[in-house]
């Protein structure tokens, strides 16, 4: 049988050890588990517990002395005192930044290691959303709202989700450019219309997108209707989804009065 070795292991000398295996991406072995169990007995620790971190939601009790937990548990926990301990506070920068970075690769995470807890903007630097930020937390929110058991009733059909994909991406990409020009933003909203019709070949598909974002600014620096008008034609060049249809999408913009 091949040598295991976990992630980490606490030990003292009197025989008692804790080991620990972490999955972010990879799935959890359980015969893995059984080999670092016997690798600590190999090694004078009769009955170690093992602890398992991952994105995957595991039975609670599978084997005796195993303890399963998600790393949104970790998150969540740490979360709720970060207000009071610096170190806790650095392990939730730490999990949301490696996260961000995951998504921004667009690395194939079956799960997710933090969790949705609100829309936060920091009076200190307002301007510090971006679109990173933004593209993990509509991932949570995703998440949180395909657990909402009282919500799976409500269908969404793909292209309601084809519409919303193209709305949110304008979305972000906004959110980045704005924040980058040091502008506030308090409020974003779009009513996205998608119609669908026989292209040129005779065959149904979804001929134009048009997004109606409204936008509301505070703050000493408001920008005009010219510069709405730039940040979202930039936004638009630099959309992903829209640059890899071949749908029509148009943005009229509702300028609001400052």
Same mark, same amino acid.
């Given at each position: 049988?091949?040598?295991?070795?976990?992630?980490?292991?606490?030990?003292?000398?009197?025989?008692?050890?804790?080991?620990?295996?972490?999955?972010?991406?990879?799935?959890?072995?359980?015969?893995?588990?059984?080999?670092?169990?016997?690798?600590?007995?190999?090694?004078?620790?009769?009955?170690?517990?093992?602890?398992? +971190? @991952?994105?995957?939601?595991?039975?609670?009790?599978? =084997?005796?002395?195993?303890?399963? #937990?998600?790393?949104? &548990?970790? *998150?969540?926990?740490?979360?709720?005192?970060?207000?009071?301990?610096?170190?806790?506070?650095?392990?939730?920068?730490?999990?949301?930044?490696?996260?961000?970075?995951?998504?921004?690769?667009?690395?194939?995470?079956?799960?997710?290691?933090?969790?949705?807890?609100?829309?936060?903007?920091?009076?200190?630097?307002?301007?510090?959303?971006?679109?990173?930020?933004?593209?993990?937390?509509?991932?949570?929110?995703?998440?949180?709202?395909?657990?909402?058991?009282?919500?799976?009733?409500?269908?969404?059909?793909?292209?309601?989700?084809?519409?919303?994909? +193209? @709305?949110?991406?304008?979305?972000?990409?906004?959110? =980045?450019?704005?924040?980058?020009? #040091?502008?506030?933003? &308090?409020? *974003?909203?779009?009513?996205?219309?998608?119609?669908?019709?026989?292209?040129?070949?005779?065959?149904?598909?979804?001929?134009?997108?048009?997004?109606?974002?409204?936008?509301?600014?505070?703050?000493?620096?408001?920008?005009?209707?010219?510069?709405?008008?730039?940040?979202?034609?930039?936004?638009?060049?630099?959309?992903?989804?829209?640059?890899?249809?071949?749908?029509?999408?148009?943005?009229?913009?509702?300028?609001?009065?400052?």
């Amino acid at each position: 049988m091949a040598l295991a070795i976990p992630d980490l292991a606490i030990f003292d000398d009197e025989n008692w050890a804790v080991l620990f295996e972490c999955k972010v991406q990879a799935k959890v072995a359980f015969n893995q588990l059984e080999r670092h169990r016997m690798t600590a007995q190999r090694n004078g620790y009769p009955s170690p517990w093992i602890v398992v +971190l @991952s994105v995957d939601n595991l039975p609670a009790q599978s =084997s005796p002395k195993t303890i399963f #937990k998600t790393w949104r &548990d970790v *998150y969540s926990w740490f979360n709720l005192r970060a207000a009071d301990s610096f170190w806790a506070r650095q392990l939730v920068d730490f999990m949301r930044a490696f996260e961000q970075k995951m998504l921004s690769r667009d690395y194939q995470i079956r799960g997710t290691i933090t969790v949705f807890d609100g829309l936060r903007f920091d009076d200190k630097d307002p301007y510090s959303y971006s679109y990173r930020e933004a593209k993990r937390l509509l991932r949570l929110m995703g998440d949180l709202l395909q657990d909402r058991k009282d919500l799976q009733k409500i269908a969404v059909d793909p292209e309601e989700a084809f519409v919303a994909s +193209l @709305s949110s991406c304008h979305m972000l990409w906004f959110l =980045s450019i704005a924040a980058k020009r #040091k502008f506030r933003i &308090d409020r *974003y909203r779009d009513v996205a219309v998608g119609v669908m019709n026989k292209n040129a070949e005779g065959r149904m598909c979804m001929l134009t997108v048009t997004l109606n974002p409204e936008v509301q600014f505070s703050g000493d620096v408001l920008p005009t209707s010219e510069e709405i008008h730039e940040m979202h034609h930039e936004a638009h060049d630099q959309c992903f989804i829209a640059n890899s249809v071949k749908t029509e999408v148009r943005c009229v913009p509702v300028i609001l009065a400052h």
